[in-house]
């Protein structure tokens, strides 16, 4: 499991979900050749005869690593194979919330430049990874003219949803979007796991952390059939860019896709050498050998803290990873970072873009509040080899 948003600053349970389910890995030896498809159990996949295969389908699931420009890679390369069969195609994306619908129709349609894109969609409120590492497949949308579609809610109505309940949230606010078909026994297995290999970041109990889970699996599935239907008798191919600990083993967003009657989705998902899932044959319907390559990757440096949103000033800290620059800079839970740099701190992406901009090897200053008192500390980012 790969832990957090990049610069590591989550944002109650809902950040955590994020940063747990962009993608899981286990060790294996069954990965596909760079560039090559196989069925999860290593036998290979002729790429013309698939991509002929997805066409057919009402659905196709592309997973990811959500810190991962390899996985973006392949994913806009599979979106141009699949557009060349279905230009109809719709992209879904995990990444936005429904209130945000009208920025992507406006991106698609070329008016607003990336600056605005990112202030109007607040994309750093709602998702926070690196941008950098999906403009391609934005852009590639706008070029085409290809529909994106916002999949997601808000994360205060996703926690609501799971820690309170299904009608804690308007109908009109969820879309219309029905409560979720119960977890099977696999998926509670494969979530407790999660929390037990994550015991710093766990917040919630296991049963909330299930609920809020299928909370989110629910409304992106609910997106994806609501653009179906609104289809007719034509729908389009709708293909969704979504975290690969949703979609393994068809336990998340396809299990919540089947029980709304949307059954002909596949799962694809990339693989990189040395991080193969086992031979399930149930882990997807084909996988993609990625030629992992550190030197193209954003960097990976981290903060290492939870942070909490509020109406006072700054952005509190919930907690502070063990071994984390963080912890080495002194913050604890309960400080309030009000400057990092130059920069004032008014919300976590204030805090996110600072880190994200810190070269490694380079010392960040901040200014926190704890207990009435303000303090000065410094962030020390180690270098990458």
Not at 149 to 161: D, F, S
Not at 282 to 292: S, Y
Not at 296 to 311: A, C, K, N, Y
Request: glycine share 12%; net charge negative.
């Amino acid at each position: 499991m790969q832990a957090g948003f990049r610069v590591g600053t989550w944002v109650g349970a809902v950040g955590l979900l994020a940063a747990l389910l962009g993608g899981t890995v286990k060790a294996g030896s069954d990965c596909p050749a760079p560039g090559a498809w196989s069925t999860p159990a290593g036998e290979p996949l002729d790429a013309a005869e698939l991509y002929a295969d997805l066409a057919t389908r009402e659905v196709v699931l592309l997973g990811e690593r959500h810190d991962r420009m390899d996985h973006h890679r392949w994913q806009l390369g599979t979106l141009s194979a699949l557009h060349g069969q279905r230009p109809d195609m719709v992209i879904g994306l995990e990444m936005l919330p429904r209130s945000r619908q009208p920025v992507l129709d406006a991106w698609v349609a070329g008016e607003l430049d990336p600056e605005a894109f990112l202030e109007k969609s607040g994309w750093y409120e709602h998702w926070g990874f690196d941008p950098e590492l999906y403009w391609p497949i934005l852009h590639f949308a706008r070029i085409h003219d290809v529909p994106l579609l916002a999949l997601n809610l808000e994360r205060e109505y996703i926690q609501r949803l799971g820690h309170e309940g299904w009608d804690t949230v308007d109908a009109d606010t969820r879309d219309g979007v029905s409560a979720p078909a119960a977890a099977s026994q696999g998926y509670r297995d494969y979530l407790e796991a999660v929390l037990e290999r994550h015991p710093a970041g766990m917040g919630p109990d296991s049963e909330r952390f299930i609920a809020t889970q299928l909370a989110w699996d629910r409304m992106m599935a609910g997106g994806i059939a609501a653009r179906i239907k609104a289809g007719g008798d034509t729908p389009p191919l709708v293909v969704a860019i979504i975290g690969s600990g949703h979609l393994e083993y068809g336990y998340g967003v396809p299990h919540q896709l089947a029980d709304l009657g949307v059954t002909e989705a596949a799962v694809l998902l990339p693989r990189e050498p040395g991080g193969c899932a086992d031979s399930d044959p149930a882990l997807a319907d084909a996988v993609f050998g990625v030629p992992h390559d550190e030197r193209f990757e954003r960097s990976s440096l981290m903060l290492g803290v939870h942070l909490e949103s509020d109406d006072a000033p700054g952005i509190r800290i919930l907690r502070v990873q063990e071994g984390s620059v963080g912890e080495a800079a002194g913050l604890e839970a309960g400080d309030r970072v009000l400057r990092a740099g130059e920069q004032t701190i008014r919300a976590a992406g204030d805090l996110q873009r600072v880190v994200q901009a810190t070269p490694p090897g380079m010392w960040l200053p901040l200014q926190i509040e704890r207990e009435g008192e303000r303090l000065e500390r410094v962030a020390r980012f180690p270098r990458e080899d």
